[in-house]
């Protein structure tokens, strides 16, 4: 009688060789994939450009030489305006370039929830300048643009890297001291925010994150 040989290998149900394997790679293609997904709503926007907090710095001290020629307030207002949407659009431009090329996504996980915590602080805003415009006090109005975009960026910024909610207490206490100064010297406090802030608080920035 014949030996049978003895093997581990199981066989199939219809008796023709082993079962086939399980798609292992394609279970750790959905691991891996849930856990990016878990990074990105947990994690923070790393994608802040420098560069582009630099540009919208730019913009600001280009605003304070052109506005500090104007005796009327309502052109004055328009005239911040105007760079302040400029700014927006010019750091929004190269935040997604750079969010593109760290292949982080832009519009879900933290940058879709630090853009929704600063939102609302621009909206405020601008309700608030259409309200303050008629008092004719260029301090208040710089003050409260100083104090609610200061709030706006610390809110999105705790959901950024670490300096920038940094930039937007920075922002806060500039915005104070704005408020109880003169009315003369509203241009000044908006180049030191918008200006140098932007400009100082971009450079590290782009140093220490790239970009």
């Known amino acids: ?84 949407l400029l700014a927006l659009v010019e750091a929004a431009a190269l935040t997604a370039r750079k969010s593109r090329a760290l292949g982080l996504p832009l519009i879900s996980g933290p940058g879709r929830k630090a853009v929704l915590a600063f939102t609302p602080a621009l909206v405020a805003g601008a309700l608030l300048t259409l309200a303050l415009l008629p008092t004719g006090q260029a301090n208040l109005l710089a003050g409260m643009w100083l104090l609610l975009y200061g709030a706006g960026v610390a809110a999105g910024g705790a959901l950024s890297v670490p300096i920038v909610p940094v930039l937007g207490l920075s922002f806060l206490g500039l915005g104070a001291f704005a408020l109880a100064a003169p009315a003369a010297w509203a241009n000044w406090f908006m180049l030191a925010g918008f200006g140098g802030l932007h400009i100082a608080f971009g450079i590290a920035i782009a140093r220490r994150y790239g970009g």
Do not use: Y
């Open 1 to 84: 009688m014949a030996q049978l040989k003895h093997t581990d290998r199981p066989l199939s149900r219809d008796g023709a060789g082993p079962p086939e394997a399980p798609a292992l790679h394609d279970r750790a293609f959905d691991n891996l994939r849930f856990i990016r997904e878990t990074m990105e709503r947990a994690g923070s926007f790393t994608a802040v450009s420098g560069a582009g907090i630099v540009g919208a710095g730019a913009i600001a001290v280009l605003a304070t030489a052109v506005s500090a020629r104007q005796p009327v307030l309502t052109t004055w207002v328009w005239i911040w305006v105007v760079a302040a």
